[in-house]
């Protein structure tokens, strides 16, 4: 029996890639500020001179501090890396939600079951199936977290 045939929301897609896009100026922000704090703990040095004349450059800073002020720039930057991530991978949502559909059903046996149908013509047929009308699915099938999938071959109506 078909319980739902469900495709994705792309609205609800696109109102979450600008809700990420919206926090990229933010942190964009929050990277120039630490690059410029690093480079100037960096660059913070004095001279001075020994008691034989000789002159030197010496950090103002420690080693520490400055390895703190770069480890934050580098937290600064995994953050903006793992942004554009989700950013891309809702990109890539969008792209192949457009052209799927996610049939469930329930055996006779109560089993769930779960079909992924992602080509053009089966996409046609699954918009245009009834709820709690049996059909017959052929295809290749596994089982994950106790729903079996099923990924068609055929769907036809059952007899």
């Known amino acids: 029996n078909v319980v739902v ?35 100037e703990l960096e660059r913070a040095s004095d001279t001075v001179t020994d008691r034989f004349g000789n002159t030197r450059r010496v950090q103002r800073n420690s ?26 991978r809702l990109e890539r949502e969008k ?14 046996d109560g089993t769930a079951v779960q079909v992924d149908v992602d080509a053009p013509a089966m996409i046609a047929l699954a918009d245009e199936l009834a709820t709690g009308v049996k059909y017959n699915v052929a295809g290749v099938g596994r089982i994950v977290e106790g729903v079996l999938r099923v990924k068609p071959r055929t769907i036809v109506p059952a007899e």
């Open 5 to 39: 045939v469900r495709k994705a929301d792309l609205a609800a897609i696109d109102e979450q890639i600008r809700a990420e896009n919206a926090k990229l100026p933010e942190i964009e922000r929050r990277h120039a500020a630490a690059k410029e704090r690093s480079d």
């Open 63 to 88: 080693e520490r501090v400055i390895g703190e002020a770069r480890v934050a720039v580098d937290r600064v930057v995994d953050e903006k890396r793992k942004l554009k991530q989700r950013v891309a």
């Open 95 to 108: 792209v192949t939600a457009a052209s799927t559909r996610t049939i469930v059903g329930k055996l006779d």
